[in-house]
Every structure is written in C-alpha cells, then in structure tokens.
C-alpha cells in the first residue's frame, strides 16, 4: 500500500479547530513533515518533527505524533480562511535523504 | 519565498518535443530533487541530485533526464513529449547532509501543458 496515507477532503467551520490526520508505514522513519500548498503554489514547509518526539507546538499548529500507530496529527487552531489550502504530510525515512509525501488533504474553510 | 527558483513559470508545447526545466537551489544546498505534480498522481518523486552526482532515482521515466551543474543549479529536460507529461514540475533542495533534518524547500513549479 502507500507509505503515507491522508484523507482527502476536510471541512472546517471558520474559528473552529482543524485536524488532519496521517498514517505512515516505515516505522524507520526519522523526521516527519507538514507542508501546505495554496492554489498556484509551491509546497511551503509549515514544522516537522523528529521521531523521538511525541509533540510539537508553533504558534496555532500543533504536530502530534503516535509512533506506536504511526499516526502523525497536524492541529490549527482558530483556522482562517487563509488556511485554506492542501497538507501534505511527509515522512523521511531512516538513512535516506529521500521524502515521501502523501496525497495531500484539501481543507476547505465553512464562513 | 524559499530561495529555491524555478524557470520558466509556464510551459505549452506540443507532442513529440523536447523541454528543458531550470532551477536554482537555496544557497548553500547542495542537493536539488524533482517532482511530478498531476492531478490523479499527486506528489511523485523523479530524481534526486547531490553536489553535482545522481543520488536517488524515484518513478522517473526514459524519457526524462536531468542533472546537477558546478554552480549546483539542475536542469530537468523531457523529451518526445505526451499529453500525460502537462502537469506541475517542482524543483526542491536542502541542505543534504546526513543527521540535519533533512527539510526539503520547495520552488514556485514550472507548469507544463502539452497539446
């Protein structure tokens, strides 16, 4: 199956928390990724966390990280219209320079 | 914006031709990799350049070749175009040593459409 799984569509009412969630395979891994894309847009790097890690905070994101399950949770909080976008979540695997992404989760943002 | 460049923004061509993608890496990065954005694809990995020599090698097809220069800039060429290759052409580098955290910075994508 693929290495990182994410679901494909998240509605989220303005103000209200959003929660994306990602399964990954290689238990291996040694940092795992968050990126957003807006419409038109490259891939921006929003925080990763390395795997020793069980959580990390920036701001109004929140990474939380289940390496038992291999699930990696990505968090905003208050979310804005200008979080609407594509995440994709990523993870680097152990020795290896390479980064499989998974197929992105659009959130769309209810007014 | 990442410091990564990518040219030209914008691509149409026809099939059968042959295209050359640049880009520029963050200074100070020394390694450069590619990626394939379609719509059914999602993100594929095509290749991967560290200072100057191929490192990795993802779902990248005969057609296409790519390489990494002295100034460390890349160029990914495609070649005997289809209608499948019109998709998003993402140049990414990082720093590329062994133990950093490896974060990949993305550029802006270089759109390819093939009529």
């Known amino acids: 199956g693929e290495d990182v799984e994410q679901s494909l569509f998240l509605s989220v009412r303005e103000g209200d928390s959003s929660v994306i969630n990602c399964t990954y395979t290689d238990s291996s891994s040694t940092y795992l990724y968050w990126y957003k894309q807006e419409p038109g847009a490259g891939l921006q790097l929003l925080t990763y966390i390395f795997s020793n890690m069980d959580m990390k905070q920036d701001q109004r994101l929140t990474v939380l990280l289940n390496k038992k399950d291999k699930h990696l949770s990505l968090r905003i909080a208050d979310t804005q219209t200008g979080d609407s976008a594509i995440y994709f979540c990523a993870e680097r695997k152990g020795g290896d320079d390479k980064i499989i992404f998974g197929k992105g989760t659009r959130l769309h943002i209810l007014p | 914006d990442s410091g990564v460049t990518q040219t030209p923004k914008h691509l149409i061509t026809a099939t059968g031709q042959r295209v050359t993608l640049r880009c520029s890496p963050r200074s100070g990065d020394l390694s450069v990799y590619w990626y394939q954005q379609s719509l059914d694809q999602g993100l594929q990995f095509l290749i991967q350049y560290y200072n100057g020599e191929e490192r990795a090698k993802g779902n990248i097809l005969e057609r296409f070749s790519a390489q990494q220069f002295p100034d460390l800039h890349s160029e990914l060429n495609l070649s005997s175009l289809e209608l499948g290759d019109s998709a998003l052409y993402f140049c990414?580098?990082?720093?590329?040593?062994?133990?950093?955290?490896?974060?990949?910075?993305f550029g802006p994508g270089t759109r390819l459409l093939v009529l």
């Open positions: 990414a580098s990082s720093v590329g040593l062994t133990g950093s955290a490896g974060t990949q910075y």
